[in-house]
């Protein structure tokens, strides 16, 4: 409120109910972050047991020391980190010069493509089409089944391309090229070093996707040694659950289930805190572009 206005009873109602709304959205969104954190330096039959509802109890750290030790979770961490660098400099290489393109006035039929592009939006071949091309292509069991059916999301194209029509202004390019640049050097010269605060919220967007994603590695690839992280959690997960199907199985197998399952709770937490920690990182740097080129890309124009 303004310094001397008074607030009236209806304001302090709005203030009131603004306040209570913002802590109930903080209370919802903290909660599982806390949760995760204590669970995973809890006792695992505590958590289970649901004696521990928010902060940690019998503290243990067993659970980051099998994920340290574990080696199918590093090289799950590895390939991650393989799949999202090359997947996201992909996605920039297809997404911002397509973007750009379409924003140029003087392309003839950029409509025509910008429809195309917009018509594969709404329609798409579908999973066991999309299953036979790969095949046919012979990217199954490789990473480039996992990264180049997904170069490009259209709704990211259409954001760039707002915010080059937005930002970067046609007496620019015609000056540029009175002078003799070419679209070429104009695109990385100029275009690019004023882009990127686009460019920083398409690396995120791209980023943090193919970070989580784990169906495509699912469905494409068939060695282990290839599964990205959030597949390993997968498994872990999996594993968990098949001790409920123990049952009928013999007192052997029984037995070497619940152990299993044991070692899958101790570490199933902290291996969501060590998967989101890369990204929890990175954010905060791209937090000043993000907001700048998502307001800029998705509201101007």
């Known amino acids: 409120m303004l310094s001397g206005v008074k607030e009236t009873k209806r304001d302090k109602i709005f203030m009131f109910c603004n306040y209570l709304y913002l802590t109930i959205a903080f209370v919802l969104v903290a909660y599982p972050l806390v949760y995760i954190l204590s669970a995973s330096i809890s006792d695992p039959r505590v958590v289970s047991s649901g004696e521990m509802w928010l902060f ?3 503290i243990t750290f067993e659970g980051y020391i099998k994920v340290f030790e574990n080696s199918k979770i590093w090289n799950g961490y590895l390939n991650t980190i393989i799949y999202t660098v090359v997947g996201t400099l ?3 290489a297809v997404t911002i010069p397509a973007a750009y ?3 140029r006035k003087d392309m003839v039929g950029r409509n025509f493509f910008m429809a195309m592009f917009m018509f594969t939006m709404f329609f798409s071949g579908g999973l066991i089409p999309t299953y036979l091309l790969i095949r046919d292509l012979g990217m199954i069991d490789s990473m480039w089944a996992l990264i180049l059916p997904s170069a490009a999301s259209i709704w990211n194209i259409i954001v760039s391309r707002t915010f080059f029509l937005s930002n970067i202004p046609r007496e620019l390019q015609e000056a540029a090229q009175i002078d003799g640049c070419t679209n070429l050097r104009l695109f990385f010269k100029i275009v690019i070093p004023l882009s990127m605060p686009i460019i920083a919220v398409m690396a995120l967007f791209y980023g943090v996707g193919h970070w989580n994603s784990y169906f495509s590695a699912l469905i494409y690839l068939n060695t282990e040694d290839k599964y990205p992280l959030q597949m390993v959690l997968r498994q872990i ?3 968990q659950e098949m001790t409920a199907e123990t049952g009928g199985a013999n007192a052997t197998v029984a037995s070497a289930l619940n152990s299993k399952a044991e070692i899958a709770a101790l570490v199933k937490y902290a291996v969501i805190i060590v998967s ?6 990175v954010y905060p740097f791209l937090q000043r572009f ?4 998502v307001m800029i890309g998705s509201v101007k124009g």
């Open 237 to 239: 997960l999996v594993l």
């Open 276 to 281: 989101t920690l890369p990204i929890i990182i």
């Open 290 to 293: 993000f907001v700048q080129g």
């Open 90 to 92: 992909i996605n920039l």
């Open 101 to 103: 393109a379409m924003s």
């Open 56 to 58: 940690p109890k019998e």
